[in-house]
Nanobody
Framework: QVQLVESGGGLVQAGGSVRLSCAAS????????MDWFRQAPGKEREFVGV????????YYADSVKGRFTIVRDNAKNLVYLQMNSLKPEDTAVYYC????????????????WGKGTLVTVSS
């Protein structure tokens, strides 16, 4: 049974940092690129960034480029989202997802999803 479990969310002040973790189990972790998405209240889920299977290539949405960083630890089946210089508009539930195609950015192309972790950025 595939499981993705996000953690690390919480309340943070604008300008602060948070690191989210996503623990994967029940799958061949190295076979997947890993994506992060987010969903703000009343909005559609949107792509945040992706890391390829080996961890040597990443891509980010323009809204987070230069502030967010994704890394992975294949030995531990973990992927991280480091979020710096947070803004109130970054407030959302953050989800990790498995991705067979590193170049896909679409919600419907993801295979498995976690349940998400809420990040709230106060102004």
């Amino acid at each position: 049974q595939v499981q993705l479990v996000e953690s690390g969310g919480g309340l943070v002040q604008a300008g602060g940092s948070v690191r989210l973790s996503c623990a994967a189990s029940g799958l061949a972790f190295r076979s997947y690129a890993m994506d992060w998405f987010r969903q703000a209240p009343g909005k559609e889920r949107e792509f945040v960034g992706v890391i390829n299977w080996s961890g040597d290539s990443t891509y980010y949405a323009d809204s987070v480029k230069g502030r967010f960083t994704i890394v992975r630890d294949n030995a531990k089946n973990l992927v991280y989202l480091q979020m710096n210089s947070l803004k109130p508009e970054d407030t959302a539930v953050y989800y990790c997802a498995t991705d067979r195609d590193y170049f896909s950015r679409s919600v419907r192309d993801m295979d498995y999803w976690g349940k998400g972790t809420l990040v709230t950025v106060s102004s």
